[in-house]
Protein backbone atom coordinates (compact mmCIF):
# COMPACT_ATOMS: atom_id res chain seq x y z
CA UNK A 1 0.00 0.00 0.00
CA UNK A 2 1.29 3.59 -0.67
CA UNK A 3 -0.12 6.84 0.76
CA UNK A 4 -0.39 10.04 -2.21
CA UNK A 5 0.25 13.04 -1.11
CA UNK A 6 -0.77 15.82 -3.46
CA UNK A 7 -0.74 19.51 -2.46
CA UNK A 8 -2.70 21.68 -5.38
CA UNK A 9 -4.10 24.78 -6.18
CA UNK A 10 -7.53 25.35 -3.81
CA UNK A 11 -9.58 25.88 -7.26
CA UNK A 12 -8.77 22.33 -8.64
CA UNK A 13 -10.11 20.61 -5.48
CA UNK A 14 -13.64 19.59 -7.48
CA UNK A 15 -11.52 18.67 -10.46
CA UNK A 16 -9.05 16.14 -8.69
CA UNK A 17 -11.92 14.82 -6.40
CA UNK A 18 -13.89 14.15 -9.65
CA UNK A 19 -11.12 12.03 -11.33
CA UNK A 20 -10.22 10.04 -8.19
CA UNK A 21 -13.86 9.19 -7.97
CA UNK A 22 -13.80 8.10 -11.56
CA UNK A 23 -11.14 5.90 -11.04
CA UNK A 24 -12.73 4.40 -8.04
CA UNK A 25 -10.83 6.01 -5.33
CA UNK A 26 -13.23 6.28 -2.19
CA UNK A 27 -11.82 7.99 0.07
CA UNK A 28 -10.09 11.37 0.56
CA UNK A 29 -8.03 13.53 3.18
CA UNK A 30 -8.04 17.14 2.50
CA UNK A 31 -6.33 20.18 4.87
CA UNK A 32 -5.94 23.78 3.86
CA UNK A 33 -2.57 24.83 4.14
CA UNK A 34 0.07 27.38 2.69
CA UNK A 35 3.47 27.03 1.65
CA UNK A 36 5.37 28.09 -1.28
CA UNK A 37 7.70 26.51 -3.76
CA UNK A 38 9.41 28.39 -6.75
CA UNK A 39 6.70 30.98 -6.75
CA UNK A 40 8.19 32.58 -3.73
CA UNK A 41 4.49 34.23 -3.05
CA UNK A 42 3.80 37.68 -4.24
CA UNK A 43 2.57 41.05 -3.11
CA UNK A 44 -0.85 42.41 -2.45
CA UNK A 45 -2.25 45.62 -2.57
CA UNK A 46 -4.69 46.25 0.73
CA UNK A 47 -6.09 49.69 1.62
CA UNK A 48 -3.52 51.64 -0.52
CA UNK A 49 -0.94 49.89 1.25
CA UNK A 50 1.91 46.44 -0.62
CA UNK A 51 2.57 43.82 1.86
CA UNK A 52 4.07 40.43 0.71
CA UNK A 53 2.31 37.47 0.89
CA UNK A 54 5.10 34.43 2.03
CA UNK A 55 3.18 31.61 2.09
CA UNK A 56 0.23 30.86 -0.57
CA UNK A 57 -3.22 29.01 -0.17
CA UNK A 58 -2.89 24.98 -0.77
CA UNK A 59 -4.66 22.41 -0.67
CA UNK A 60 -3.28 19.00 0.99
CA UNK A 61 -4.97 15.98 -0.40
CA UNK A 62 -4.08 12.82 0.97
CA UNK A 63 -5.43 9.24 -0.48
CA UNK A 64 -4.61 5.70 0.65
CA UNK A 65 -4.17 3.30 -2.35
CA UNK A 66 -3.30 -0.66 -3.27
CA UNK A 67 0.06 -0.36 -5.01
CA UNK A 68 -1.51 -1.66 -8.36
CA UNK A 69 -3.76 1.43 -8.35
CA UNK A 70 -1.02 4.20 -7.47
CA UNK A 71 -0.40 4.82 -11.41
CA UNK A 72 -3.61 5.81 -11.98
CA UNK A 73 -4.10 7.65 -8.95
CA UNK A 74 -0.78 10.02 -9.82
CA UNK A 75 -1.90 10.34 -13.55
CA UNK A 76 -5.40 11.36 -12.26
CA UNK A 77 -4.31 14.15 -10.14
CA UNK A 78 -1.63 15.17 -12.43
CA UNK A 79 -4.38 15.75 -15.39
CA UNK A 80 -6.62 17.21 -13.38
CA UNK A 81 -4.68 19.65 -11.15
CA UNK A 82 -2.41 21.03 -14.21
CA UNK A 83 -2.78 24.21 -14.95
CA UNK A 84 0.76 24.36 -16.66
CA UNK A 85 1.15 27.41 -14.89
CA UNK A 86 4.14 27.81 -11.61
CA UNK A 87 2.24 26.30 -8.46
CA UNK A 88 0.79 23.51 -9.75
CA UNK A 89 2.05 21.51 -6.92
CA UNK A 90 3.65 18.26 -6.26
CA UNK A 91 2.84 14.74 -5.64
CA UNK A 92 4.49 12.66 -2.90
CA UNK A 93 4.10 8.81 -3.18
CA UNK A 94 5.37 7.07 0.38
CA UNK A 95 4.95 3.53 1.67
CA UNK A 96 2.37 2.75 3.95
CA UNK A 97 3.42 0.01 6.73
CA UNK A 98 -0.31 -0.20 8.18
CA UNK A 99 -3.90 0.60 7.95
CA UNK A 100 -6.29 -0.20 10.70
CA UNK A 101 -10.46 0.87 9.93
CA UNK A 102 -10.74 1.67 14.09
CA UNK A 103 -14.81 0.80 13.98
CA UNK A 104 -14.40 -3.14 12.86
CA UNK A 105 -10.44 -3.53 13.52
CA UNK A 106 -9.83 -4.23 9.78
CA UNK A 107 -6.59 -3.97 8.37
CA UNK A 108 -4.17 -3.73 5.46
CA UNK A 109 -6.54 -3.15 1.90
CA UNK A 110 -9.39 -4.35 3.64
CA UNK A 111 -9.65 -1.30 6.13
CA UNK A 112 -8.89 0.97 2.71
Request: aromatic share 6%.
Amino acid sequence: MKMVSAIIKPFKLDEVREALSTIGVQGITVTEVKGFGRQKGHTELYRGAEYVVDFLPKIKIEVAVPDETVPQVIEAIETAARTGKIGDGKIFVAPLEAVIRIRTGETGQDAI
